[in-house]
Every structure is written in structure tokens, then in C-alpha cells.
């Protein structure tokens, strides 16, 4: 009892939408790195988007067979950003993992994880050198990456980083701090800037089902990327009205002195003045579609609407960020868990 009491507890975050295809072989993949492992006690906590396929009842069966395994599901789908870090804040262990549903993130990567944040070391990326997704995408995620990284005020971002990754507890703990309703979680493991190590991996083609990213999931992550580490595009905005002043102030002197000086010959047309009107037209809607991108960000963070509302939980024993009771060790200890 007392050298199971001292083990560590590793919490591993899975969140799910219409995953029934993957989400057996994600926890057969995890129970089985975890008990080879031997030397720590875990719990596995998927959160289910409210899926339209099977995929809550396949999580019940497990939960049910597995007292290490607990499950959320929401009452509705509450997004991609805000569903993942609700499951967050509601681990018990002493680190915390993310691992995605799709099995485009080996589980076998948890080792090298757990084996990094061993040494100390806070936080435990997992950045992929190479993907086996399709070679345009990937690139166009490399440029994102990088732009973002030359916006950041003053924040080291990383690259090729999707959230994949092992969190201490102190981590976690801080990003409670943060008590964004609409959080980017990855500028927020940058912007905490405590020590971090990398663990280099493939990433594998999705196992099974389709991919629930779209163009406007893509596009949504890339502004709250930009908008929650950077003011850059605002300067811009200031700037380019101070630039477009002072090329107008210095058009319009251009101008005068050369009527003046060729009354009768020139004669401007009306083409460039139309071509100018639409130009700046196109400019002033731009800016205005960055304002509003903050704007957006504001609204939400005023509205201080929950992460996620849920529906029901299973397998759930602690209070979230506490460990896990005496009784529920015992428990384990005699199910052989």
C-alpha cells in the first residue's frame, strides 16, 4: 500500500469527436505503454464533443471494464479549443498529457515524454520532424508556425508543436491562472517560459474516420494564434494609416505642382482615381477584419461563458488538481489496476 500511495500519477487528456473507429486502440495502446511501464498509477480521461456516432458508447463499455479510464460528455460540441482544455483542468496527476484521438500521434511517444520529464524538466514538447500527412498542408502549417513565431511579442513560440505533449502539474496549475474561456493553449505553454525539452516524432496518417479540420477550424486557430501573442498586425494597421497619409500628402503635392506647371497638358483621367478608391476600399476592410479579429477576443473574454457544459461524467473519484483518495488506491490496488 505505501509504495503503491508514493507512485506518481499520470493523467492522460483524450479529447474525441466521432472517434468510435479510434478511441479502442488509443486506450489499448495507453494501458499497455503504462502497465509495461509498471512504475506509475494513471487515469485516462476522454472527453467526448457529443458525438453523433458510437463513439460514448464504446467509451462506456471501456470506463466500465477500467476504473482507470473516465469520461466527460458534453452537452453539445463546444469546439475544438474549448473542449481539450476543460479535460485539462480536470486531471488529478502529478503531469499531465495531451495525446489526440486520431492516432496521428503515436501513444508510444508517452516513454520518451514521461522519460524527459523524469530528469525535471516542466514541460515535455512533442514536435514532429516529419508528417505523413500531405506535403502542402504540412508545409503551409510549417510557414503558420513561423509567422507566428516572428509576430509574438517577445515570446519564444515553437515550431511544428500541436499541443502534443507532458505538462507538470505546476503547469497546469498556471494555465488554470489564466482563466481564458477561449484559450490558445499552445501560446500559453510559450508565453509561461519555464524550461522545456523536445522529443522528436512522425507524425502517422489518421488510423480511421475523417478529419474534423476544415477551413474555418484552420483559419479560427490561426487568428487566436496571432491575436493572443501579438499586437503586430494592430501596428500595422497604425502604420499603414500614417504611411498611406503621408504617400497621399506627397501625391497630392506631386500633383498640384505638375497641373501647375502643365496646365493644359495634363489630365489625370478617371481610371487611376477608380483604381486608387477600390484599392484603398480593399485596405480600409482589411484593417477593419483585423480590428474586429481583437474585437472578437474581447467580446469573448467579457462574456466569461464556461469552457464546456457537460452532460455526464464517468469513473470520476477526485477533485480536480487533488490526488487521488486513499480508498480509491486501495481499490485499484485490489482490482489489480
Known amino acids: ?88 483542468l480536470q486531471t488529478c496527476g502529478d503531469a499531465v498529457i495531451i495525446l489526440m484521438s486520431d ?17 525535471g524538466i516542466p514541460i515535455v514538447i512533442a514536435v514532429k520532424h516529419q508528417s505523413r500527412e500531405g506535403a502542402p498542408m504540412f508545409l503551409v502549417r510549417k510557414l503558420f508556425y513561423r509567422l507566428v513565431n516572428r509576430l509574438a511579442d517577445d515570446i519564444e513560440t515553437y515550431e511544428n508543436f500541436t499541443g502534443f505533449g507532458l505538462y507538470d502539474r505546476q503547469i497546469i496549475d498556471l494555465v488554470r491562472q489564466f482563466g481564458d474561456p477561449y484559450p490558445y493553449f499552445r501560446g500559453m505553454i510559450a508565453e509561461i517560459g519555464l524550461p ?27 487568428m487566436l494564434g496571432i491575436t493572443k501573442l501579438s499586437k503586430v ?23 498640384f505642382a505638375y497641373k501647375l506647371l502643365s496646365w493644359h497638358e495634363f489630365t489625370l483621367g478617371i481610371a487611376p482615381i477608380a483604381i486608387g478608391m477600390f484599392f484603398l476600399g480593399s485596405l480600409q476592410l482589411l484593417f477593419m477584419g483585423i480590428i474586429g479579429e481583437y474585437i ?8 466569461n461563458r464556461p469552457l464546456v457544459v457537460e452532460r455526464e461524467r464517468l469513473n470520476f473519484q477526485c477533485e480536480p488538481g487533488k490526488p487521488l483518495p486513499r480508498a480509491t488506491l486501495a481499490s485499484r490496488a485490489a482490482a489489480g489496476h
Request: charged share 20%; glycine share 6%; proline share 3%.
Open 1 to 88: 500500500m505505501s509504495a503503491l500511495h508514493e507512485m506518481k500519477t499520470i493523467s492522460v487528456v483524450t479529447p474525441c469527436f466521432n472517434e468510435e473507429g479510434n478511441v479502442r486502440e488509443v486506450y489499448e495502446r495507453v494501458r499497455t505503454l503504462m502497465l509495461g511501464l509498471g512504475r506509475y498509477r494513471y487515469e485516462h480521461i476522454f472527453i467526448d464533443n457529443a458525438s453523433r456516432d458510437n463513439t460514448f458508447a464504446v467509451l462506456s463499455e471501456i470506463a466500465a471494464a477500467d476504473s482507470n479510464v473516465k469520461v466527460i460528455r458534453n452537452a453539445r460540441n463546444f469546439g475544438h479549443v474549448r473542449s481539450p482544455m476543460h479535460a485539462l
Open 103 to 119: 492516432l496521428q500521434d503515436p501513444p508510444e511517444v508517452l516513454a520518451q515524454l514521461l522519460e524527459q520529464w523524469e530528469k
Open 196 to 222: 522545456h525539452a523536445e522529443v522528436l516524432y512522425e507524425q502517422q496518417r489518421r488510423k480511421s474516420g475523417k478529419s474534423k479540420n476544415n477551413f474555418y477550424t484552420l483559419y479560427d486557430l490561426a
Open 233 to 255: 498586425p494592430l501596428r500595422l494597421v497604425t502604420f499603414s494609416g500614417f504611411a498611406g497619409s503621408l504617400l497621399s500628402l506627397l501625391g497630392g503635392v506631386a500633383y
Open 296 to 303: 472578437g477576443n474581447i467580446h469573448t473574454q467579457v462574456h
